[in-house]
């Protein structure tokens, strides 16, 4: 039985990061630090005329000022469609020039100085504007402001319309949202003597932006360093090269010292990367007996002036469309549209928690068509393990029925036998809690709604390697060092890492050191993203690992002289596996014989793995593009005043099929952070975006969910002991919140179309059934977030059409 796996253990950076001894982005100074400010564009869509920054040059404290005139001869980023300064601003967030000056307010005034005229360009803010014939191109290059489509079928659509004995249709409008992380993007470039770049970031991807960023500069990479800083959290925000990051440089080489350029939280809203807005119009199909048919969906997504990873987003909305449960006939269909609004990128979820949102509404609505409990529909067409869906999506373990199982469980279980449970201690304070039923104003309608979603697990292979490597060192004093090329963004996993090492060489998860931060020293990897780290990166570590062991078995084995067989680790001793009662030895002792004699060797153990997966294919989209797939279900439970449209969200149970948890508390950390992330989705977050202006762009009015808002949440860890991964886990980081938008809104209609609770003061499982008082038509919302005003407006438009 192990002894770490399994182990609820703190994250082990969070003493310094409690007591503020970490080192992030923002808190890096080097000698002769100068500030960089940009100047972004006035307008949406304008041609740059002319530049006079020599006032700016002038000011007292001003190193460097640069503009277009300045750009190395490349461009760069996933459409090759970036420069770091702009002769045509395409966008409000263009970068027209960019000073350097000894601290910020001097770089601040030198911006004001600058002089800058345009000539308007016709601005494109929708993608039936951008598609319209004689429509101005925003990149004429291209050709086309449509820049990518994505055409994915399985099956016969038209025989599964044939065997359709109910066909359902709807349109939904998804918003812009943006990552919110507390720390703003932040980077500091310093070009040192011999001409070498070192980037101390805020990145995701460490090598990618290596790479990407010799691109941009026109450099070769081995001139660069990329440094990590501590990252409180990312959400997909640094999972590409943004022009900022080579504006530092340039302001660098310009000025010979070394630059800091951090956002204020104005910019992040303004110049970081959104989740894209989309249009969508979804078709599907049922048997009588409860069996799906088809599903068909078309999407047109607004991609913004540039394209970013947020562009592959519909990858992900097809496999949540064509491989979330059993379907044999599909349709997708995606556009990705060049606007003159923000530019977007990745999010967690990467396209899922979209995806979901419509597939999992327009199940719970044939469910009802059907006269069916949601759940029991659900469990009919769930995955099954050691199964092959039509995309080519191989399942090996799948714990889906058993998630929809267990939140079914949770909507019926009462308060006094619910487990662990989240914000329990602020329900009392702010009134989520459900009150009596007698005591609720009659507008107050309860009901609880569900969802599903299914996820990589075992990494994305959207790159050509999705592979990370990994060193594990024993010095002479049994200290282990694990130095992997995966990337910590404050999800945790230096600590589960620690655990997989400690747990293969015997010895404590403290006694492991994780070294990740520094391109000159780790290994290669992808970079952290599609909830791969624990999978990809844990087997790299497990079996650098292995291989340490294996070098101190063989020497432990001469000095006991037994065979390295017979040996096992634990205690920090190595011991006979059949005789635990023998002298065992020290692990230091046994290092330092390795290393102090005559051809003496040290240990160091070597990692790296590249999961058996492939990319889709071009022209089909099929392919096993994950070596596991997680699953998870989630119950909310919500009350709905019907005056106001305000709904609070009471309860939220999350069964995550997890594979296997290597440090419980983390995945819950995981899944709680999802759920939050989730409910911000679903009820208060949107950019609000007008003539591409954010009007918004500030945590006063765009509305997170707080600690004080949160609803008390029930997390359900579900095991399925993967194969593939290491000890048996499987990736949950993005999970966590891709069904809440969908589960809260089957549960705002299970409300409104039931009226009051009737299982004393909780409603019922699905409220197939009408509850009794109330309305007989419950409102679905398809346009996010469900705002008090969209949910008024909608019970105001049901009560019109049914008076």
Same mark, same amino acid.
């Given at each position: 039985?192990?002894?770490?796996?399994?182990?609820?253990?703190?994250?082990?950076?969070?003493?310094?990061?409690?007591?503020?001894?970490?080192?992030?982005?923002?808190?890096?100074?080097?000698?002769?630090?100068?500030?960089?400010?940009?100047?972004?564009?006035?307008? &949406?869509?304008?041609?740059?005329?002319?530049?006079?920054?020599?006032?700016?040059?002038?000011?007292?404290?001003?190193?460097?000022?640069?503009?277009?005139?300045? #750009?190395?001869?490349?461009?760069?980023?996933?459409?090759?469609?970036?420069?770091?300064?702009?002769?045509?601003?395409?966008?409000?967030?263009?970068?027209?020039?960019?000073?350097?000056?000894?601290?910020?307010?001097?770089?601040?005034?030198?911006?004001?100085?600058?002089?800058?005229? $345009?000539?308007?360009?016709?601005?494109?803010?929708?993608?039936?504007?951008?598609?319209?014939?004689?429509?101005?191109?925003?990149?004429?290059?291209? =050709?086309?402001?449509? *820049?990518?489509?994505?055409? $994915?079928?399985?099956?016969?659509?038209?025989? +599964?319309?044939?065997?359709?004995?109910?066909?359902?249709?709807?349109?939904?409008?998804?918003?812009?949202?943006?990552? !919110?992380?507390? @720390?703003?993007?932040?980077?500091?470039?310093?070009?040192?003597?011999?001409?070498?770049?070192?980037?101390?970031?805020?990145?995701?991807?460490?090598?990618?932006?290596?790479?990407?960023?010799?691109?941009?500069?026109?450099?070769?990479?081995?001139?660069?360093?990329?440094?990590?800083?501590?990252?409180?959290?990312?959400?997909?925000?640094?999972? %590409?090269?943004?022009?900022?990051?080579?504006?530092?440089?340039?302001?660098?080489?310009?000025?010979?010292?070394?630059?800091?350029?951090?956002?204020?939280?104005?910019?992040? *809203?303004? &110049? =970081?990367?959104?989740?894209?807005?989309?249009?969508?119009?979804?078709?599907?199909?049922?048997?009588?007996?409860?069996?799906?048919?088809?599903?068909?969906?078309?999407?047109?997504?607004?991609? +913004?002036?540039?394209?970013?990873?947020?562009?592959?987003?519909?990858?992900?909305?097809?496999?949540?469309?064509?491989?979330?449960?059993?379907?044999?006939?599909?349709?997708?269909?995606?556009?990705?549209?060049?606007?003159?609004?923000?530019?977007?990128?990745?999010?967690?979820? $990467?396209?899922?928690?979209?995806?979901?949102?419509?597939?999992?509404?327009?199940?719970?609505?044939?469910?009802?068509?059907?006269?069916?409990?949601?759940?029991?529909?659900?469990?009919?067409?769930?995955?099954?393990? #050691?199964?092959?869906?039509?995309?080519?999506?191989?399942?090996?373990?799948?714990?889906?029925?058993?998630?929809?199982?267990?939140?079914?469980?949770?909507?019926?279980?009462?308060?006094?036998?619910?487990?662990?449970?989240?914000?329990?201690?602020?329900?009392?304070?702010?009134?989520?809690?459900?009150?009596?039923?007698?005591?609720?104003?009659?507008?107050?309608?309860?009901?609880?709604? *569900?969802?599903?979603?299914?996820?990589?697990?075992?990494?994305?292979?959207?790159?050509?390697?999705?592979?990370?490597? !990994?060193?594990?060192?024993?010095?002479?004093?049994?200290?282990?060092?694990?130095?992997?090329?995966?990337?910590?963004?404050?999800?945790?996993?230096?600590?589960?890492?620690?655990?997989?090492?400690?747990?293969?060489?015997?010895?404590?998860?403290?006694?492991?050191?994780?070294?990740?931060?520094?391109?000159?020293?780790?290994?290669? %990897?992808?970079?952290?993203?599609?909830?791969?780290?624990?999978?990809?990166?844990? #087997?790299?570590?497990?079996?650098?690992?292995?291989?340490?062991?294996?070098?101190?078995?063989?020497?432990? !084995?001469?000095?006991?002289?037994?065979?390295?067989?017979?040996?096992?680790?634990?205690?920090?001793?190595?011991?006979?596996?059949?005789?635990?009662? &023998?002298?065992?030895?020290?692990?230091?002792?046994?290092?330092?014989?390795?290393?102090?004699?005559?051809?003496?060797?040290?240990?160091?153990?070597?990692?790296? $793995?590249?999961?058996?997966?492939?990319?889709?294919?071009?022209?089909?989209?099929? +392919?096993?593009?994950?070596?596991?797939?997680?699953?998870?279900?989630?119950?909310? @439970?919500?009350?709905?005043?019907?005056?106001?449209?305000?709904?609070?969200?009471?309860?939220?149970?999350?069964?995550?099929?997890?594979?296997?948890?290597?440090?419980?508390?983390?995945?819950?950390?995981?899944?709680?952070?999802?759920?939050?992330?989730?409910?911000?989705?679903?009820?208060?977050?949107?950019?609000?975006?007008?003539?591409?202006?954010?009007? #918004?762009?500030?945590?006063?009015?765009?509305?997170?969910?707080?600690?004080?808002?949160?609803?008390?949440?029930?997390?359900?860890?579900?095991?399925?002991?993967?194969?593939?991964?290491?000890?048996?886990?499987?990736?949950?980081?993005?999970?966590?919140?891709?069904?809440?938008?969908?589960?809260?809104?089957?549960?705002?209609?299970?409300?409104?179309?039931?009226?009051?609770?009737?299982?004393?003061?909780?409603?019922?499982?699905?409220?197939?059934?009408?509850?009794?008082?109330?309305?007989?038509?419950?409102?679905?919302?398809?346009?996010?977030?469900?705002?008090?005003?969209?949910?008024?407006? !909608?019970?105001?438009?049901?009560?019109?059409?049914?008076?």
């Amino acid at each position: 039985m192990s002894s770490h796996i399994g182990q609820r253990l703190p994250k082990l950076d969070a003493p310094d990061k409690a007591a503020g001894r970490a080192t992030y982005g923002h808190d890096v100074r080097l000698p002769g630090l100068l500030h960089g400010k940009i100047l972004y564009s006035a307008h &949406a869509h304008a041609r740059v005329v002319r530049v006079d920054a020599s006032r700016a040059e002038r000011l007292p404290g001003v190193k460097c000022v640069l503009t277009a005139a300045d #750009n190395p001869p490349t461009h760069f980023g996933y459409g090759k469609d970036q420069t770091a300064f702009k002769t045509i601003a395409r966008s409000r967030r263009d970068e027209i020039a960019a000073v350097a000056a000894v601290d910020p307010d001097v770089a601040a005034q030198a911006l004001s100085l600058i002089e800058v005229e $345009y000539e308007p360009l016709p601005a494109l803010f929708s993608v039936a504007a951008a598609l319209a014939p004689g429509a101005p191109l925003i990149h004429p290059e291209h =050709g086309s402001n449509l *820049f990518q489509t994505y055409r $994915y079928e399985h099956g016969d659509l038209a025989r +599964g319309e044939a065997e359709s004995d109910l066909i359902l249709e709807s349109r939904y409008h998804l918003p812009y949202v943006n990552h !919110a992380c507390m @720390e703003t993007s932040v980077v500091v470039a310093h070009y040192e003597q011999g001409g070498r770049l070192t980037l101390w970031s805020t990145t995701q991807i460490p090598f990618l932006l290596q790479r990407d960023l010799a691109e941009a500069l026109g450099i070769p990479g081995s001139q660069i360093r990329i440094i990590q800083t501590a990252i409180g959290g990312a959400f997909g925000r640094g999972l %590409d090269i943004y022009p900022f990051e080579p504006i530092a440089a340039l302001l660098s080489l310009r000025s010979g010292r070394p630059v800091r350029v951090a956002f204020s939280r104005r910019e992040e *809203f303004l &110049a =970081g990367p959104a989740r894209q807005p989309a249009e969508v119009l979804i078709r599907a199909g049922a048997r009588r007996d409860g069996r799906l048919t088809f599903r068909d969906v078309s999407t047109a997504l607004d991609i +913004g002036a540039y394209v970013s990873w947020g562009s592959v987003t519909p990858l992900v909305m097809m496999e949540t469309t064509a491989s979330l449960y059993k379907i044999p006939h599909v349709r997708f269909q995606a556009d990705c549209i060049y606007t003159n609004n923000l530019v977007t990128g990745a999010m967690r979820g $990467y396209g899922n928690p979209q995806s979901t949102f419509f597939v999992e509404t327009m199940m719970d609505r044939l469910a009802e068509a059907l006269g069916m409990d949601p759940v029991e529909f659900r469990l009919i067409n769930a995955n099954e393990p #050691n199964s092959t869906t039509p995309q080519g999506l191989v399942i090996t373990s799948c714990g889906l029925k058993e998630c929809l199982q267990a939140v079914a469980a949770a909507a019926d279980r009462p308060a006094a036998a619910r487990g662990r449970a989240v914000g329990g201690g602020q329900t009392a304070a702010h009134g989520p809690e459900p009150t009596p039923q007698a005591a609720q104003p009659n507008s107050l309608k309860r009901g609880v709604g *569900f969802a599903a979603t299914l996820n990589v697990g075992g990494g994305a292979r959207i790159y050509r390697s999705d592979g990370c490597g !990994a060193t594990v060192k024993v010095d002479d004093f049994g200290h282990v060092t694990l130095i992997t090329g995966s990337t910590e963004i404050g999800q945790g996993s230096e600590t589960v890492l620690a655990q997989i090492v400690a747990e293969a060489l015997g010895v404590q998860p403290q006694e492991v050191a994780v070294v990740n931060s520094d391109t000159d020293i780790k290994p290669w %990897d992808v970079g952290v993203h599609a909830s791969r780290t624990t999978f990809i990166a844990g #087997n790299a570590a497990h079996l650098a690992a292995l291989d340490a062991r294996s070098q101190i078995f063989e020497t432990a !084995a001469e000095m006991l002289g037994v065979s390295p067989d017979r040996l096992t680790a634990s205690d920090g001793r190595i011991r006979l596996a059949d005789a635990p009662d &023998a002298p065992a030895l020290p692990l230091s002792r046994v290092v330092r014989q390795r290393h102090f004699r005559q051809g003496g060797q040290i240990v160091v153990g070597e990692g790296w $793995y590249d999961p058996p997966t492939q990319m889709v294919d071009k022209d089909t989209y099929k +392919g096993n593009i994950s070596a596991a797939y997680g699953f998870g279900a989630q119950m909310a @439970e919500v009350e709905v005043d019907e005056e106001t449209g305000r709904v609070r969200v009471l309860r939220l149970a999350c069964a995550n099929d997890i594979g296997r948890a290597i440090n419980p508390m983390a995945v819950e950390g995981q899944i709680e952070g999802g759920a939050q992330m989730g409910l911000g989705y679903a009820l208060s977050e949107e950019l609000i975006v007008a003539d591409g202006q954010v009007l #918004n762009p500030d945590f006063h009015h765009y509305r997170l969910f707080t600690a004080a808002d949160m609803p008390e949440i029930e997390t359900i860890l579900v095991e399925t002991d993967d194969p593939g991964g290491p000890y048996g886990a499987k990736g949950v980081g993005e999970m966590g919140g891709t069904p809440t938008a969908a589960a809260i809104a089957n549960a705002i209609y299970d409300a409104t179309k039931g009226g009051a609770a009737s299982k004393g003061g909780a409603a019922s499982k699905g409220g197939a059934a009408s509850k009794g008082g109330g309305a007989a038509i419950g409102i679905r919302l398809t346009e996010l977030p469900m705002t008090p005003e969209r949910v008024l407006a !909608a019970i105001l438009q049901r009560d019109q059409e049914t008076a």
